[in-house]
């Protein structure tokens, strides 16, 4: 690197960054990639998985050799009353299916990063970066508490909090109705016990997602997923509903260990971490403008995180390496404006990024609005059917019917249904 210039900074090496590193280096572009943390993962936690589709573009047949924890083969949904529980499970034991892998992201992140070094970019953890150097209205470098450096493009991928993004104007301060708090602890158990407990064969593992229970009537989602000896389990609020609630997420987190459904997966583990960070949940309508005259953004900095169906690292890979796609383009032509660089977003429109932010550009209003239908409505009647259903009471059965088909009618839960068959409908014809 001469005069500390190269072709292009990326800041910050978390999912996002380090694709658009790995790709810039790999097409044999100077391409210099910060991180603020001792290690890339260092300062990052999720829940979490990562999807083999996404990420094996970026690093081709990664499960042979990058430190991932299961291969996810179990997908499990539990809904949850005060004290009862629906548990379902999804199997694929099929390993050649590989779709998502639970990770930690202390190792991954730091496995990632040095495959981008290894392909030639160059890599500067512990590196903070503390604004963007700014030279007749133009992104030309940034300044770390260290030294300054010089890029004809900078790739802003320093997260949900985007500090960059806000330096030039691209983002607002992130409003509490775009944005989830998330609590999430970390449980020592050993291999086997998580094995028999979950069900799973070696190296196969569970991704779980529960509703209900003590975060009924909350726009609020719960998550375990099995590391090899760990579980991590925790749950993501909107801040708007945390403030209306006037809630503490980690003695909510506590009652949700303590409900039946749960405890008896984590029962006799030791908490070893506790952590929160922010998602932002936005989605579509919260996505600011993505590029301009010599930067984009990309992954969470962009807005990128399909809620619903919780998928951010993959985004962020994938328009980590579309930005980077759209960066050799420029250099190769040697113009950096705006109008050059308006590629990405091109290039982000034709691809799922878009158009999944776009399909559910209007779900969370929508799940608001009928929150407490899927929360704690669908939990009750479900758990109520399950009861009726099983139990050899003595009762006969056709009055057991009679009583269960009486609480569905008062319930009113096929008018309440009906929104959502409307939604869901909406949701495959609209363009
Ligand atoms: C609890 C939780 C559960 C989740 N579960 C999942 C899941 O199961 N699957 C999934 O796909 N996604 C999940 N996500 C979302 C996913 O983690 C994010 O979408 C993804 O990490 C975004 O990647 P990114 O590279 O854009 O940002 P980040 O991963 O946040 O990386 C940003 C990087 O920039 C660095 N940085 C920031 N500022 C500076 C600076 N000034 N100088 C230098 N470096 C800087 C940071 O240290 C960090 O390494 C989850 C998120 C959370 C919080």
Redesign the pocket.
């Known amino acids: 690197m001469e005069n500390n210039k190269v072709e292009v900074i990326v800041?910050?090496?978390?999912?996002?960054?380090?694709?658009s590193a790995i790709t810039l280096a790999k097409a044999g572009k100077e391409v210099l990639l910060?991180?603020?943390?001792d290690n890339?993962?260092?300062?990052?936690?999720?829940?979490?998985?990562?999807?083999a589709k996404q990420t094996a573009d970026i690093f081709p047949r990664f499960w042979e050799n990058a430190p991932v924890e299961r291969n996810i083969t179990t997908q499990k949904i539990i809904m949850m009353t005060d004290s009862k529980s629906l548990e379902i499970d999804y199997n694929d034991p099929s390993k050649a299916s590989y779709k998502?892998f639970?990770v930690t992201?202390a190792k991954w992140?730091n496995w990632a990063a040095m495959q981008a070094k290894e392909a030639g970019a160059y890599y500067a953890p512990k590196?903070?970066?503390?604004e963007l150097i700014i030279e007749n209205g133009k992104v030309v470098g940034?300044r770390?508490e260290l030294e300054d450096f010089y890029a004809d493009i900078v790739i802003i991928?320093?997260?949900?909090?985007?500090?960059?993004a806000k330096q030039l104007g691209l983002r607002k301060e992130i409003k509490d109705e775009d944005v989830?708090l998330?609590?999430?602890e970390v449980i020592k158990l050993s291999k086997d016990i998580i094995e028999n407990r979950f069900n799973l064969d070696e190296n196969e593992g569970c991704?779980c997602k529960f509703i209900g229970g003590p975060i009924k009537d909350m726009l609020a989602l719960g998550?375990m997923?099995t590391n090899k000896d760990t579980v991590?389990i925790?749950f993501?609020i909107g801040l708007d509903e945390l403030k209306k609630h006037n809630l503490k997420p980690y003695e909510l987190l506590e009652e949700i260990k303590e409900h039946s459904a749960i405890a008896k997966y984590i029962k006799g583990g030791e908490s070893i971490e506790y952590?929160?960070?922010?998602?932002?949940e936005g989605g579509f309508n919260s996505m600011p403008k993505i590029y301009d005259n010599r930067v984009m953004l990309?992954?969470?900095?962009?807005m990128?995180?399909n809620n619903i169906h919780?998928?951010?690292?993959?985004?962020?890979?994938l328009?980590?390496k579309l930005a980077a796609e759209t960066a050799i383009f420029a250099l190769e032509k040697g113009d950096f404006s705006a109008s050059t660089l308006s590629l990405y977003y091109k290039k982000i429109k034709e691809s799922i990024i878009y158009k999944d932010l776009k399909t559910h550009a209007n779900t969370i209003p929508f799940m608001k609005k009928h929150i407490k239908t899927i929360t704690s409505l669908y939990p009750e009647l479900a758990c109520e059917f399950f009861d009726m259903f099983t139990n050899a009471d003595g009762i006969a059965k056709r009055s057991k019917y009679r009583k269960f088909v009486s609480t569905l009618l008062k319930s009113g839960v096929i008018i309440k249904s009906l929104p959502f068959a409307l939604f869901a409908l909406e949701k495959c014809i609209k363009k």
Do not use: Q, W
Not at 11 to 19: E, K, M, N, R, T
Not at 127 to 130: A, N, W
Not at 275 to 280: D, M
């Open positions: 800041i910050g090496a978390g999912p996002a960054g380090v694709s910060v991180e603020r943390g890339a993962g260092d300062k990052n936690m999720f829940g979490g998985c990562i999807y998502a639970t992201r992140d590196t903070f970066v503390k940034i770390t991928a320093d997260g949900v909090n985007s500090v960059f989830t998330n609590v999430k991704g998550f997923f991590t925790g993501g952590s929160a960070h922010l998602i932002p990309v992954g969470d900095a962009a990128m995180v919780m998928e951010g690292t993959n985004l962020a890979m328009s980590g």
